[in-house]
């Protein structure tokens, strides 16, 4: 794919300029090889397998072509749908993924009819950084170069901007201390890159929802810098550039939150064993009539409980480093199943999908030392769908988040949540630790999500 800003950018501003990031990569985004960085020791200290993502993933490697600038004033925005994991998560992760290789299918879903994700900047004549990742918080401004590289936090405020914006190279800002930026200020910065910068980051999903909120955030931030600056970049830049802001970040992670948001629909992602990290995604093109059915088949529920991913994952390399032998099957199995899951998806068996989609999430649960009663609603919530469902999962991590299911024939959503919500609320049974009896709101918070299929992936636009 070819992503060049329009040289006129001002000219087509009211026509909204769209360009949509998976234009080229619909069908097969290939493999992206990175070379070993002759960069130095790590700057991202601390991260989970950080050394060999820096050989791996350098900004050196991205390869830049100049484009058009966009004007000071205006906006570049980004939508990106989230994503739901069917088979195969957990073998992405670095080092997992070099060391035993991985395979993911996954599904880019719109949530409530909409992408959930969007990203607006622009460039302005004041010389100020302002940072916007909530709507009901007013917008943080930074004065001093030191306070964008505390990135290295996930809980500081604003830490995913801030190392998106280092990572990006937009303000010429590096992640070391001691660097040779020649600027003293933050406003001498601004004023030789361009201007001031302005970047809004919207998630309509809760906090720890498990559909790669973070990751896809990231790349969708990535791409709406990159074309600020004029910058040529491809789905897969994005995909390993998304790695090395986790790594930045200190959350680790892996591959396939980004690829299914930067990617429409259906896709089968692999990574080979062995350095270098190689990704390669195949998108599934399926009939209409099975995406049809599986968006009339998924239901979407929040569990009420949200875990930071970094939690889960120093669980799982630690247990990886360990190379017990029931850990190794577990990761043998996964790949299998993957392997699987893309067979019956391409048959159109959506029992098959559902089978799969449970025995992935008994996986996940070994992996993450989690049950269910991690969220402790879960249990119960699951006795009555049974019913109902061929089959279920905890999307991303686990441990809650979002809980996916799909119905069995000639039920619909509307009727088993009725079903199941009337069936709650009359459940007397002893769950330890479960209180969403107690929390009426939250109960109805469970049951206000939509999943459909995307069909677009990450889309980038310049409009005024």
Not at 56 to 64: H, K
Not at 157 to 171: M, Q
Not at 216 to 241: F, M, N, R, S, W
Request: hydrophobic share 40%; charged share 20%.
């Amino acid at each position: 794919m070819s992503h060049t800003c329009p040289s006129s950018a001002l000219d087509h501003a009211e026509a909204a300029a769209t360009v949509a990031v998976t234009e080229a990569a619909t069908e097969t985004c290939t493999g992206h090889s990175c070379p070993y960085s002759n960069s130095g020791p790590c700057a991202f200290s601390g991260a989970p397998g950080h050394g060999i993502l820096e050989q791996q993933v350098s900004p050196s490697n991205v390869v830049v072509r100049e484009g058009a600038i966009v004007p000071q004033g205006t906006f570049v925005h980004a939508s990106a749908p989230a994503r739901i994991d069917l088979a195969g998560g957990w073998t992405d992760t670095i080092p997992i993924t070099h060391e035993h290789g991985g395979k993911v299918v996954n599904v880019a879903v719109k949530v409530n009819n909409q992408a959930p994700y969007t990203v607006k900047a622009r460039r302005t004549e004041a010389l100020i950084l302002s940072l916007s990742h909530s709507p009901t918080e007013p917008p943080m401004h930074y004065h001093s170069i030191e306070q964008i590289r505390d990135h290295a936090d996930p809980l500081v405020p604003c830490a995913l901007l801030k190392a998106c914006i280092v990572a990006s190279g937009i303000l010429g800002i590096t992640s070391r201390r001691h660097d040779d930026v020649p600027y003293k200020t933050l406003a001498e910065v601004l004023k030789y890159s361009g201007g001031g910068l302005e970047l809004v980051v919207r998630s309509s999903l809760p906090v720890g929802s498990g559909m790669g909120t973070s990751s896809i955030l990231a790349a969708a931030i990535l791409a709406v810098l990159k074309t600020l600056k004029g910058e040529h970049y491809t789905p897969d830049d994005l995909i390993y550039q998304t790695l090395e802001v986790e790594q930045m970040m200190n959350t680790g992670g892996g591959w396939q939150d980004q690829v299914g948001g930067i990617l429409p629909g259906f896709k089968v992602t692999t990574c080979e064993i062995g350095l270098p990290i190689q990704i390669k995604t195949q998108s599934l093109d399926l009939p209409s009539e099975f995406v049809d059915s599986f968006n009339a088949k998924l239901l979407l529920i929040f569990t009420g409980q949200t875990r930071l991913a970094k939690n889960l994952l120093q669980t799982v390399l630690m247990n990886w480093a360990g190379q017990e032998p029931d850990i190794v099957e577990t990761m043998d199995r996964l790949v299998k199943d993957a392997d699987a899951c893309e067979a019956v998806l391409a048959k159109g068996d959506m029992a098959g999908v559902g089978t799969i989609l449970s025995k992935y999430f008994t996986d996940k649960r070994f992996l993450s030392n989690t049950t269910l009663n991690d969220p402790p609603v879960l249990a119960r919530l699951l006795r009555h769908l049974d019913p109902y469902i061929e089959g279920a999962s905890l999307a991303g991590a686990g441990g809650g988040g979002f809980l996916a299911a799909l119905l069995k024939p000639n039920l619909t959503r509307e009727d088993v949540v009725s079903k199941v919500r009337a069936a709650i609320a009359k459940d007397t049974t002893p769950q330890e630790g479960d209180e969403s009896k107690d929390l009426p709101q939250e109960e109805d918070l469970m049951w206000a999500w939509e999943a459909t299929v995307d069909t677009e992936g990450l889309v980038v636009r310049i409009k005024s």
